[in-house]
């Protein structure tokens, strides 16, 4: 029988987290899923410790290769997947047990593409990660960076098939959910904290810091201009225009304002919005200071 969910986890050296993430999928209160599990290369002893949680669990796949990287190993995963519905996991957090079975809920409650939580805090950080309920509220926190914890992710696969990560550049979760609202995704995070993310000072989102925040600049502004043109009908070259200074950009803002109802987007484009716009635009010019060379995406 094929599942209705297909639970991806790619690891690599991840022996120390590993184990404890494997069970919290399998402990899940609901069951019609499969895990696929593909160790990247790992040097750490992680697939030995794989094989010792899945017991030959016919509810789990276990790959294993040589090391290619993050993006390779979803694409590989993705292909593997038989459910309708993708769920994110990383290797070194822990779900809830009622996670997919909530998350399944809301998706079909509130007719959703992609679905995310609020995320709790453990190893160097501590406290609760909260995200938009709202589709709009995800439409307007794409200005200023990803509207999800991804490893929380719940996704219909043919929307993740259709569009598919890109290799070029290392904010490819950014990247994907502006282009799935670009598409039409409705989006959405279930009000409840259903993962443990782990924070670590091995994590690529520390240490490419700098490549990260000029790629996702690019992203940020690519959803502004077309947020604009969407909403207000505005042309491409106004759009452009709108982000010169921080005044122009406010607005702008205030003018996107009022094309919302919600009160989570309109909270998001308020005085709070400008200041996490200059403060993003700030950290991005001060990282070409320093490194002119760092490239991004378009």
Known sequence: MTPAVSVILPVYNQAQ???AAIQSILQQTYQDF???ILDDGSTDGSAEVIVAHIQGNPKVMFLSRDHRGLVPTLHELLTQAKGDYIARMDGDDIAHPERLEKQLKWI???QLDICGTFLTLTGRGRG?????????????????????????????KEILNSLQYFQDFLCEDYDLWQRAWA?????????????LYRIHHR?????????????????RHRHWQALLQKKLGWSAEQAKAANAQPWTWWRAAQLLRQTYQDS????RLGTAGLFRWCAHELEFT???LESPSVKGVS
């Open 17 to 19: 987290y590993i184990g």
């Open 34 to 36: 499969e895990l696929l």
């Open 108 to 110: 079909h409650q509130y």
């Open 128 to 156: 609760l990660w909260r995200y938009p309920i709202s589709h709009e509220g995800c439409e307007v926190e794409l200005l200023f960076g990803i509207p999800f914890g991804n490893p929380s992710v719940v996704a219909k």
């Open 183 to 195: 598409v039409g995704g409705k989006m959405g995070n279930v009000p409840e904290p259903l993962l």
């Open 203 to 219: 994590q690529r989102s520390r240490s490419h810091r700098r490549t990260m925040i000029y790629q996702s600049s690019c992203i």
């Open 264 to 267: 989570e987007a309109k909270r």
């Open 286 to 288: 001060l990282t070409q």
